[in-house]
Nanobody
Framework: QVQVVESGGGLVQPGGSLRLSCAAS????????MGWYRQAPGKQRELVAA???????NYAESVKGRFTISRDDAKKAVFLQMMSLKPEDTAVYYC???????????????WGQGTQVTVSS
């Protein structure tokens, strides 16, 4: 009923930029918080950035000042602008959205399939 699809990953040199996009589709009544997580090989998945329905943003300390999260509610989308990328930003990036479907009683977390970001020279 609900699909969450990321795009925009790829290979970039250190100091470069990438913009990730995530779009939700299906029988969506409302979207609450939206966020980006990442998981590097051998490490746990961690929160990168999140944005609430009223626009409050939260960032991991490691990305503050370099990454910017934004959302477009009309498009049911969330974006992550990543600048000054470092090799340690290399990971699979996952989109997470809290979605209430039509007829639903609560918000449920939905994950995308992930998109690979590799920062290397």
């Amino acid at each position: 009923q609900v699909q969450v699809v990321e795009s925009g990953g790829g290979l970039v040199q250190p100091g470069g930029s990438l913009r990730l996009s995530c779009a939700a589709s299906g029988t969506i009544f409302s979207i609450n918080a939206m966020g980006w997580y990442r998981q590097a090989p051998g490490k746990q998945r961690e929160l990168v950035a999140a944005i609430t329905s009223n626009g409050n943003r939260n960032y991991a300390e490691s990305v503050k000042g370099r990454f910017t999260i934004s959302r477009d509610d009309a498009k049911k989308a969330v974006f992550l602008q990543m600048m000054s990328l470092k090799p340690e930003d290399t990971a699979v990036y996952y989109c997470n959205t809290e979605i209430m479907t039509y007829g639903g009683m609560k918000y449920i977390n939905h994950w995308g399939q992930g998109t690979q970001v590799t920062v290397s020279s």
